[in-house]
Nanobody
């Protein structure tokens, strides 16, 4: 089993920045993908950004120029630096881990972008 612990959510004004962090624990198996999904009310859950163990990262087109994902392999952590936030970024953000044994989700952290 993999436990994912998220932090960093909150309220921010449009144009502001926020950093999300996630720590994975509970397994010695390699986590191939570690990143973030988000789901806004009434909408589908979507991939925001993910970084694989080899260092490659994928981003949603809507955040590609504004968000930056980073991963510390030794500490099994991942961070998402979010800049130029807009109200469309308002969502619950879920840490996500993928390995050969399964998929794992954090409990979610709320990000609200509003004046």
């Amino acid at each position: 089993q993999v436990q994912l612990t998220e932090s960093g959510g909150g309220l921010v004004q449009p144009g502001g920045s926020l950093t999300l962090s996630c720590a994975a624990s509970g397994t010695m198996f390699t986590i191939y993908g570690l990143g973030w999904y988000r789901q806004a009310p009434g909408k589908q859950r979507e991939l925001v950004a993910i970084m694989f163990s080899g260092g490659n990262a994928n981003y949603a087109d809507s955040v590609k120029d504004r968000f930056t994902i980073s991963r510390d392999i030794d500490r099994n952590t991942v961070s998402l630096q979010m800049d130029s936030l807009n109200p469309e970024d308002t969502s619950v953000y879920y840490c996500y881990a993928e390995r050969s044994g399964g998929l794992y989700w954090g409990q979610g952290t709320q990000v609200t972008v509003s004046s």
